[in-house]
């Protein structure tokens, strides 16, 4: 039995969706996979509620509060991260 509490239990993300918080799992590799397609802007939000949307339960009726709420939160790990080379180590700060 795998325990969940270990060094390789999934975080769970707490986001707000509309009034309600809402516990996510994949979230932060959900992000580096959006990242690492180069999506226009205008697909992003779409992108990351499918892939999201791949382990977490989102109701069809929530989906542009969810989509909202993923954008935003993504937007804040992209502007704290530092862009990724192919090889998985981080380009240097200007």
Same mark, same amino acid.
């Given at each position: +039995?795998?325990?969940?509490?270990? /060094?390789?239990?999934?975080?769970? @993300? ?7 918080? $809402?516990?996510f %799992?994949?979230?932060?590799? /959900?992000? +580096?996979?959006? &990242? ?5 802007? *205008? ?5 990351? %509620? =499918? #892939?999201?949307?791949c &382990?977490?339960? #989102?109701?069809?009726? /929530? =989906?542009?509060? @969810?989509?909202?709420? %993923? %954008?935003a939160?993504? *937007?804040? @790990?992209?502007? *704290? $991260?530092?862009?990724?080379? &192919? ?8």
């Open positions: +039995m795998s325990n969940c509490c270990g /060094a390789n239990a999934p975080i769970v @993300y707490k986001l707000k969706i509309g009034d309600r918080i $809402t516990g %799992l994949g979230l932060e590799e /959900a992000f +580096m996979d959006v &990242r690492e397609l180069n999506l226009p802007d *205008q697909e992003i939000p779409r992108k990351l %509620l =499918e #892939i999201v949307g &382990r977490n339960y #989102i109701p069809v009726c /929530a =989906e542009p509060a @969810y989509k909202e709420a %993923l %954008l939160e993504y *937007q804040k @790990y992209i502007a *704290q $991260t530092k862009p990724a080379r &192919r090889d998985g180590s981080c380009l240097p700060s200007k």
